[in-house]
């Protein structure tokens, strides 16, 4: 399976500063037609999950430009440019690349 | 707008079985693939078994490989996740949630129902 590893396990941040937050799989998520399946979910406290990214770097409907992902092969960053209160959760990595599919451990982030 | 709602949840013993039921609306439910996921109390996500818009093909975690049973009703529009030979850490909150359509995520998730194995 493919492990996903996420740093920080939390992070505390003042409101209007930036967060980033880093997931790293133990092989590449690229596929054989070269597409890679990272995706990164938020869950707010007592909520379902909700998806913030797909594709690494693409934003799903409805979710606010502050939100942004990077990276490729191993490595990829979610980065959140102003926190707001509302951003208050804890947030996942995914891979869909190979089943089973699998999360990273999850960041809390936080206001200071 | 996508809904997608868990029921069948229960305080069940060891052993036995449970099937949870999803109900999909807002969306064309049987051209979408879909799946389960869990979450143990206070834990990470986890994801547990994937299913083709018809049925055909089926993907499962190892952890309920050989136990849990993924199926569908696409003239109910409605997801199923049978579950037998419970264990205690099978104790999570199930979410039933939509595949981003070739995307390879998951798009819409429902609110969840909760499954306790416990003797």
């Known amino acids: 399976d493919i492990v996903m590893t996420q740093t920080p396990l939390s992070s505390p941040v003042t409101l209007g500063q930036p967060a980033s937050i880093s997931c790293r799989s133990s092989?590449?998520?690229?596929?054989?037609?070269?597409?890679?399946?990272l995706s990164w979910l938020q869950q707010r406290p007592g909520q379902p999950p909700r998806l913030l990214i797909y594709e690494i770097s693409n934003r799903f409907s409805g979710v606010p430009d502050r939100f942004s992902g990077s990276g490729a092969g191993t490595d990829f960053t979610l980065k959140i440019s102003r926190v707001e209160a509302e951003d208050v959760g804890i947030y996942y990595c995914m891979q869909a690349t190979q089943f089973p599919w699998t999360f990273g451990q999850g960041t809390k982030v936080e206001i200071k | 707008q996508v809904q997608l709602v868990e029921s069948g949840g229960d305080v069940v013993q060891p052993g036995r079985s449970l099937r949870l039921s999803c109900a999909a609306s807002?969306?064309?439910?049987?051209?979408?693939?879909m799946h389960w996921a869990r979450q143990a109390p206070g834990k990470g996500l986890e994801w547990v078994a994937r299913i083709s818009h018809d049925g055909v093909y089926k993907q499962f975690a190892d952890s309920a490989k050989g136990r849990f049973t993924i199926s569908r009703d696409n003239s109910k529009n409605t997801l199923y996740l049978q579950m037998s030979n419970l264990r205690a850490e099978d104790t999570a909150v199930y979410y039933c949630?939509?595949?981003?359509?070739?995307?390879?995520?998951?798009?819409?998730w429902g609110q969840g129902t909760l499954v306790t194995v416990s003797s």
């Open positions: 949630a939509k595949d981003l359509n070739n995307k390879w995520s998951l798009d819409y």
């Open positions: 092989q590449s998520l690229v596929t054989s037609d070269g597409d890679t399946y």
């Open positions: 807002g969306f064309a439910f049987s051209h979408e693939v």
